[in-house]
C-alpha cells in the first residue's frame, strides 16, 4: 500500500481490516442459504436469500428497497406457476450533487453437493485462515463481490467517512439460469428506478490469472446456431437400410467439416473480414498483461493449446472470433454399440463474435454458407441452419473515467498497475445496461482466476475479498472525484 | 394349392386346417405371458413362458426336455443375482434312419405398452377374423412361428402321419436381449445334445414384402467400430476456450467425413476390392424378386432411397458392404444451446460386412483409415480407432438339399415359386450353429414384411400362421426324402 495514502482512506480501510469478522460472518450467513436457480425446488431458498440481503440493506439505511417481481418462469419448467426470484433494487444515498452508480451483483448460486467432490460441505462457508480462504458456494460468485458492496458502506458509516456516490443496487436471482427477465426489467426501469444512472459497476467476472488485479474492458457476443439434416420419417435399422438410404448424419457430418478447421481457423467466407484491424495502441496493451501458455495448459488440463505465445492466446480469446463444434442432438449419444440410423440430427455450432463483426451479417454468412455445403452433397435430405440464440460482444473505452478510477483504485489498494483485459466468454447484462441506460460499464472483479466459480471447493481468498472491499471504496471515491463522466 | 397334392399332405394339411382354434388357443395362452427379456422385473413371467412351453412338448410327446440354465446375467444388471431365461431343448423322435433337424426359436418378446399406441392391450392375443389377423406382443416375433413347430407335431398325431424327422427344440428366451449365454450352450452341446443334427431352421424373419413366400440365404454380418478423439482434461467453455485449444469434436467430425460419402460410396480403401464378384448365376436371383422403390419409401416414410431400381436397392442392401455413422458420445447431445468444448468424443460407425470380405482385414484398414485421417490434421490431441463388436456375415448355398425342400414345400403350400432373398441385417445365432454344428441352416419365414415385429401393434396374418405350420410340415418331409444331406 502506498505511503501518501490520503487520511480518508487510511481511515476506511483500517475499518475494512478491523470489521474483517463481520464481513465475513454476512457472507457465511448468505452462503448457507442454498439459492441454486435452476434447482425449481429450491427457488425458496433463492427467495429467503433476497429477504435476508434486503434486511442487510435495510439495517445499512439503503433506502426505496424494492423486490422487483419478473412473473412466471416461461417454459420448460415443471411447476407452470413458478414465480422467478426478485430483483433487488435499493439506494443509498439520493444527492443530486453527487454521481450515481448501479452496482450489478447476483445472489443465486450454481447447484453444489458434497457428493461432488467438495471436501466440505458446500452451503457451510469455510474460513480458512491457514490457506487464506473462504470456502463454499458463492464464495466468489456472486455471493462474496456481492456483499462487498454492502460492506463498503458499512465502512464509511463505522468510519465516518461520506460516501462519495449515490450508490443504486441491481442484484438478481437468476444469473446462473440466463438472468430470466433481468433484460425487460432493465429496460423498463432505465427511465425509471435507474434514470440517474451515472455509471455501472459488475463485479461478476475474475483475473486472469493469481496474482495480478484485472480491469475488464471487453467482452466477445456469441452466435449459436443450428444445422438440422432430415431424412427418414423415424430412425432406422442400419442392417436393413445402411447403403440404400442417404443417411442424415453422414450429410451432417460433411457440412459440419466445413465450418472450421483443427487449427482453429474459421473456413466461412467473409467472417474474417468483419473482424477490427489490430491498432499499435491496442497491440501494446498486451505487453504486460500476466499470463503464458503454462496458465492455459494447467487450466485445460492438456497440451492441445493451438498457440504457445502470450499475445496469440490473449488475443484469440478476447479479440478475434473463434467457432465451436458442441455437439449433435438426435443422433445416438450413449455408450457402446447402437446400429441406428438417425432420422433427424441437428448439428450444434457457436460463434464467438467480437468488433466489428455485424450479428445479422454474420447470420446471413452463416446459413449461406451451411446451404451451400450442404448443396454439393447432392443429397435426397432436408437441410436447414438458422440461429438459435445470439448475444453481442462488447467492448469499452479502458481508459475512461470509470476505468481511470479503477486503475487508480488498483494502485492504490495494490500497489500495481492493473492489467487490462477481456474475456472470451459473454456477459450479456453488460451489454444491456450499457445500451439501455446509455452509461459507461465497468467489470471489476474481486476474485482469482483459480477460484472455481462453477466447480467443486468454489473459494474466494480472504486477501482478494479484503482488498477487494478497498478497492471498491477507492474506486467509488476516485471515481465520484474525476471531471468527466 | 397344387391338385396333385399326395396324400400324406392332404391329411396334415386337413388336420391343421381343424385344429386352427387350437392353434391359435396356444398362441393366445402364450402371448398373454408377459415374457419381455430386457425387463428385469418381468423376468419370471420370461421363465414362467418356457415352462408354459415345457409343458406342451411334454403334452405333444417330446423326450429329454431340459430347461438349460445358462448363468447370471452379466452386468449391465441391476440385480447382480439375475438368472438368465433358460433355453428348453426337447426331442421328438429318435430313429438313428431318420434325420435330425434342430429347430430354434426365441420365446421372449420386446417390450410393449398400451400407452405406446397399441390398439388392444398387447399381451392379449386379438384374433381378427375379419383382418385375417393375430394381434399382439410376440404374434410375429416369434411366438406364432415358434408354437408352429408344436403345431406340425400335433398335427402329425392326430392325422396319424408319420413324422418325417427326428425334431429338436432349441428354444431361447433372451433373443431380444442379445442371446446372452446361446452360443456358449450351443458351443458346448455341438458334441452333445445337438450331435445328431443334421440340419437347423430358423424361422425367426418375414418375407420381404406382403405378398410373396420367401426363403433366405444370406445375412449381412456387422463391425462396428469407434474412434475416440480426446483433448482436455474436462468439458470446457467456449467462450473461455474457444480459438485456443485444439478441439476433440472439430477433429472428429473431419475424420468420420473421410469414411463415407453422401451416396453411400465408402471411403476406406481396399473395402470394395474385399467384395465377392457378382456372378451371372447370382445376378438371376434378383430377376424376380418381387420388390419397387415404392417399398422402400414407404419403409423410410420418405423419399430418400440412394437407388431406384429394384436390383440395386436389393444388391445394396444384402451383398455389398455399407458404412453407417450412428453418433457422438462425450458431444452435447440434449436440446438447445450450449456453449461446451466436449473434452471426449467417441464417434461410431459400422460397416455391414459381405462375402468375402474378412473380418479381421476389414478392422486394419478401417483402423489405419482413421489413424491417418487424424495424422492429416496435425492436431495436438489424441485419437483412438478400435473395433468394439463385430458378428459374421452368413450365406448359404440357395440350392443345396434343405432350400430344395423349402422350395419344393413353399410351391406346394402357396403354389409360387419363393423369392431366394438376403438380409441387409444380421441374426449372429446363424453363424453360431452353422460353424458349431457344421450343418445347413435354413432361414423359413412365417411372416410378413408388415408385421411390425418390434413396433405396435405387432401382428401375425392368420392365412400366414396356418400355411405356415403347413410349410414347416412340407419342409419336413421334403428334407426327410432328399438324398443329399
Not at 453444489?112 to 469455510?126: I, Q, Y
Not at 484491424?277 to 501494446?284: L, Q, S
Not at 443422433?331 to 463474435?353: D, L, N, Y
Not at 447432392?378 to 481511470?404: M, R, V
Request: glycine content about 8%; charged content about 25%.
Amino acid at each position: 500500500m502506498s505511503a501518501q495514502i490520503p487520511t480518508k482512506f487510511e481511515q476506511l480501510f483500517k475499518k475494512v481490516d478491523e470489521l474483517k469478522p463481520q464481513f465475513i460472518d454476512v457472507v457465511a450467513q448468505a452462503v448457507a442459504i442454498p439459492a441454486v436457480s435452476s434447482d425449481e425446488t429450491l427457488r425458496p431458498q433463492v427467495v429467503k436469500k433476497a429477504h435476508f440481503l434486503v434486511q442487510q440493506l435495510e439495517s445499512l439505511g439503503f433506502t426505496d428497497i424494492q423486490l422487483k417481481p419478473l412473473g412466471l418462469q416461461p417454459p420448460p419448467v415443471s411447476n407452470p406457476n413458478l414465480e422467478l426470484p426478485p430483483v433487488i433494487l435499493s439506494r443509498y444515498g439520493n444527492d443530486p450533487q453527487k454521481k450515481t452508480v448501479l452496482v450489478y451483483g447476483h445472489y443465486d448460486v450454481q447447484p453444489a453437493f458434497k457428493e461432488d467432490g467438495w471436501d466440505s460441505e458446500p452451503f457451510e462457508l469455510v474460513v480458512d485462515e491457514e490457506k487464506g480462504l473462504l470456502k463454499g458456494r458463492g464464495a466468489t460468485d456472486d455471493t462474496g463481490p456481492l456483499t462487498g458492496w454492502l460492506h463498503v458502506v458499512r465502512a464509511h458509516k463505522e468510519a465516518g467517512v461520506e460516501f462519495p456516490v449515490n450508490l443504486i443496487t441491481c442484484f438478481e436471482g437468476m444469473e446462473e439460469s440466463g438472468s430470466l427477465g433481468l433484460e425487460e426489467l432493465i429496460a423498463k426501469e432505465a427511465n425509471g428506478y435507474f434514470k440517474d444512472v451515472d455509471a455501472v459497476c459488475i463485479s461478476d467476472n475474475y483475473w486472469l490469472g493469481t496474482k495480478k488485479p484485472v480491469l475488464t474492458y471487453g467482452l466477445r457476443g456469441c452466435n449459436y446456431y443450428q444445422v438440422t439434416i432430415e431424412g427418414p420419417q423415424a430412425d432406422l435399422h442400419s442392417g436393413v437400410f445402411g447403403g440404400i438410404i442417404a443417411e442424415p448424419m453422414i450429410d451432417l457430418v460433411k457440412v459440419m467439416s466445413t465450418l472450421v478447421d483443427s487449427d482453429g481457423k474459421i473456413l466461412i467466407k467473409g467472417v474474417d473480414e468483419m473482424v477490427a484491424p489490430m491498432t499499435e495502441k491496442e497491440r501494446k496493451l498486451y505487453d504486460n498483461i500476466d499470463f503464458s501458455l503454462d496458465e492455459l495448459n494447467k487450466a485445460s488440463g492438456s497440451n492441445t493449446a493451438l498457440y504457445t505465445k502470450k499475445e496469440d492466446i490473449l488475443m484469440h480469446r478476447w479479440r478475434y472470433p473463434s467457432l465451436s463444434l458442441h455437439g449433435v442432438e438426435g443422433a445416438f449419444s450413449g455408450q457402446g454399440a447402437k446400429t441406428v440410423i438417425p432420422a433427424k440430427v441437428i448439428g450444434k455450432f457457436s460463434i464467438r463474435t467480437v468488433p466489428d463483426m455485424d450479428s445479422a451479417k454474420l447470420d446471413e454468412l452463416v446459413i449461406e454458407h451451411c446451404e451451400k455445403a450442404f448443396a454439393k452433397l447432392n443429397s435426397p435430405n432436408k437441410c436447414k441452419a438458422e440461429l438459435i440464440h445470439d448475444g453481442a460482444y462488447w467492448i469499452s473505452d479502458p481508459h475512461n473515467a470509470q476505468f481511470t478510477a479503477a486503475s487508480k483504485a488498483t494502485r492504490l489498494v495494490y500497489g500495481v498497475e492493473p492489467d487490462l483485459t477481456r474475456e472470451g466468454g459473454s456477459i450479456p447484462i453488460t451489454v444491456t445496461f450499457q445500451d439501455q441506460l446509455k452509461t459507461s460499464v465497468l467489470l471489476l472483479p474481486m476474485g482469482r482466476g483459480d477460484d472455481g466459480a462453477h466447480s467443486i471447493n468454489e473459494k474466494l481468498d480472504i486477501s482478494n475479498f479484503i482488498n477487494g472491499i478497498k478497492l471498491m471504496a477507492a474506486y467509488l471515491h476516485y471515481y465520484a472525484e474525476s471531471k468527466e463522466i
